[in-house]
């Protein structure tokens, strides 16, 4: 079952702005991964935070992960127009034998 | 790095038709496959797992005689939408795990007219 939510559902900023894109869940979990897909394609990953991590960098990308309140956060700093896409969240629960779950995502909009 | 692809990229059907999807690891053998599925403007739904050599396991709510999957090796996995309807239309996304990540294909986008 789905049990990842994102908010907001849909963000629009400007260039050079930061993002920032939470995400709540349900149940433990193994880890936590951030994914993005442009409109009509694949899915491209992004970071995977584990449950015993709390923070993450990667470039632009800073992920949180806060188990006790089972939530994360994406931020993507000095955003650009190419990164306008949906982004998710999925989460891979202890007892879903690796299957992810991913959240209803978050719209991003980035104008030049 | 890992690379999953499908087969076909797009596909149109006409209602009643049957239609298969393949699900390859191209460089890795994979001990498991998923099938997703994602309809406009929503996120992905998970719709089966599927282990080499055995029966998959299908999620609430999907109609394992209407989704066929059959996993026949460690490479290769298809899904059969069988007497596909508009309904049916929707991005089919498949994953493919080692034992380390889970690495997802481009997806195939099939549309029943």
């Known amino acids: 079952s789905q049990q990842g939510e994102e908010d907001p559902q849909a963000l629009s900023i400007q260039e050079g702005e930061n993002a920032t894109m939470n995400c709540s869940y349900k149940?433990?979990?193994?880890?936590l991964q951030w994914y993005r897909q442009n409109s009509g394609r694949g899915l491209v990953h992004l970071i995977l935070?584990?449950?015993?991590?709390r923070e993450k960098h990667s470039g632009r990308l800073r992920v949180t992960l806060d188990t006790s309140k089972k939530s994360s956060s994406l931020l993507i700093t000095a955003s650009r127009a190419a990164d306008t896409a949906s982004y998710f969240c999925a989460t891979d629960a202890s007892n879903s034998g690796y299957a992810l779950n991913f959240g209803k995502g978050t719209s991003l909009l980035v104008t030049p | 790095g890992a690379v999953v692809s499908q087969h076909p990229s797009w596909v149109i059907c006409k209602s009643g038709t049957s239609v298969k999807i393949e699900c390859r690891s191209l460089d890795f053998q994979a001990t498991t496959m998923f099938w997703y599925r994602q309809f406009p403007k929503q996120s992905l739904m998970l719709m089966a797992t599927s282990n080499e050599g055995s029966k998959a396991t299908y999620e609430q709510g999907v109609e394992k005689d209407k989704f066929l999957i059959n996993h026949a090796s460690l490479t290769l996995s298809t899904l059969t939408v069988t007497s596909a309807h508009p309904e049916d239309s929707s991005f089919y996304i498949c994953?493919?795990?080692?034992?380390?990540?889970?690495?997802f294909g481009p997806g195939t986008r099939l549309t029943v007219t």
């Open positions: 994953s493919a795990r080692d034992s380390r990540a889970q690495y």
């Open positions: 149940t433990s979990i193994n880890n």
């Open positions: 935070i584990r449950s015993n991590e």
